[in-house]
């Protein structure tokens, strides 16, 4: 299995500019999630999905969107990007969304800089 | 409101030395506590979690950690640090009756162990 996986790894955008960050996962995981990483914040969770179709948002889901057509991607979306979206992304998923207990498998993350 | 302080930012330990690193949450409500890491360029891993039960909890490559209810802290703890041991420590709070997965973490500890 792959796990987690996530493209790019790098990115850099100027203000204004759109583009989507992909995830997948190949656990057949219906949770999966979205956070940010800035230094000295932690992780901050940007909007989740409990399955295919269904999604919400975190504590953080202003200028992202996304969608779950599938279960196995979860992309993320920046409309208009701008310097505060600067940050490490990464996408998160685990197996079952009620079960508070579960841990969650994490990808490598996607670094994004906007100039 | 549901939180998690990791009060320092970085830890520093001398190598086959016993390693603390200090976390404390708030919730209403029975917590999920969980332990991730976080090696330099990589996603978090699952360390380690408390759902119920035992108050010390084992997990992977040797690390454990204490439950301690009446304090409100969950610190990790390794009775003989390595050099590869070095990295990002994050706590996690769960469990916090939203009716789906999310986690609160807290902002993070670099634990440096040197040779």
């Known amino acids: 299995n792959a796990g987690v996986t996530q493209t790019p790894k790098f990115q850099v955008l100027k203000t204004g500019q759109s583009m989507t960050l992909q995830c997948a996962q190949d656990?057949?995981?219906?949770?999966m999630s979205w956070y940010r990483q800035d230094p000295g914040m932690g992780l901050r969770l940007i909007h989740y999905?409990?399955?295919?179709?269904?999604?919400d948002q975190g504590e953080v889901p202003n200028g992202y969107n996304v969608s779950r057509s599938t279960t196995e991607d979860f992309p993320l979306r920046l409309l208009s990007a701008a310097p505060s979206q600067t940050s490490v992304y990464f996408c998160?998923?685990?197996?079952?969304?009620?079960?508070?207990?579960?841990?969650?498998?994490f990808g490598p993350g996607t670094r994004l800089t906007v100039l | 409101a549901q939180s998690v302080a990791q009060p320092e930012d970085q830890v520093n330990v001398a190598e086959g030395n016993p390693l603390t690193v200090k976390c404390t949450y708030s919730?209403?409500?029975?917590?999920?506590l969980f332990w991730y890491v976080q090696y330099p360029n990589r996603g978090l891993q699952f360390l380690l979690k408390?759902?119920?039960?035992?108050?010390l909890v084992k997990g992977s490559y040797g690390f454990e950690a204490e439950f301690n209810k009446s304090q409100t802290s969950f610190h990790l703890k390794k009775p003989s640090a390595l050099v590869s041991d070095s990295a990002l420590y994050f706590c996690a709070l769960g469990g916090m009756n939203t009716g789906f997965q999310k986690l609160v973490f807290g902002t993070g500890t670099r634990l440096l162990v040197s040779p």
């Open positions: 656990m057949n995981h219906e949770y």
């Open positions: 919730v209403s409500g029975n917590p999920y």
């Open positions: 999905s409990v399955g295919a179709g269904i999604t």
């Open positions: 408390y759902i119920t039960g035992d108050n």
């Open positions: 998160a998923s685990s197996y079952n969304p009620t079960r508070q207990d579960n841990e969650q498998f």
